[in-house]
């Protein structure tokens, strides 16, 4: 019997084992999830960065913005959540060279990668609507300078709430709302304090 107490562990020792690990996977969770939101965020922004990217590449061949031709207050040139189109599918068809309606030539500004859970998408394209999401599962917003006055009216975050002046002095900006899935803080429109991501700072 004292043979083999010595050789293996008693229930006692296995269950303080057991409880430490427990108490260090506790610990380590939070830092994990942190650095994995870091990470969503890092992504959203090179996201939006290629979204700009594309936009003025469009700017740049066509001389004008991807927008109708009834377009012509910034306020109706913003794509997304919160926008006067609520989706951004209609806007990324043409600068994927899928729809050749404001894109004639049918150039390839942008690919973004399809999500992998069409159901749910994220990080990624629906496959049917066209429609960008971010890493969290809602659609980037995209808003464009439709009266030409090198100045974008208003700020989607008001005047310095945290992004700057309004109007903003940008051509084309996008931005997304982040893990809470709303504007600003839990839907305060400000950009201070809130998990959105921005492309312009
Ligand atoms: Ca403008």
Redesign the pocket.
């Known amino acids: 019997m004292r043979d083999r107490n010595r050789n293996g562990f008693t229930l006692l020792e296995l269950l303080v084992v057991i409880a430490v690990i427990a108490v260090l996977a506790g610990m380590l969770f939070p830092a994990i999830q942190s650095v994995l939101e870091r990470a969503k965020k890092v992504q959203a922004k090179n996201d939006l960065t290629q979204i700009v990217t594309a936009v003025n590449a469009f700017y740049t061949d066509y001389g004008r913005y991807p927008l109708p031709a009834s377009v012509t207050a910034?306020s109706s040139a913003t794509y997304g959540p919160g926008g006067s189109s609520a989706e951004n599918g209609d806007l990324m068809k043409e600068l994927r060279g899928i729809s050749n309606s404001l894109n004639t030539r049918q150039i390839v500004f942008i690919s973004p990668p399809d999500a992998k859970d069409q159901t749910n998408p994220r990080s990624g394209s629906n496959t049917s609507t066209g429609g960008y999401y971010d890493p969290w599962g809602t659609e980037f917003a995209i808003a464009m300078?439709?009266?030409?006055?090198?100045?974008?009216?208003p700020n989607p975050y008001g005047n310095n709430n945290g992004a700057g002046a309004s109007?903003l002095r940008q051509g084309a900006i996008a931005w997304c709302v982040g893990r809470d899935k709303k504007l600003g803080n839990n839907g305060d429109g400000k950009f201070t304090g809130s998990d959105d991501v921005i492309s312009w700072q």
């Open positions: 910034d300078d439709a009266d030409y006055d090198n100045q974008i009216t109007p």
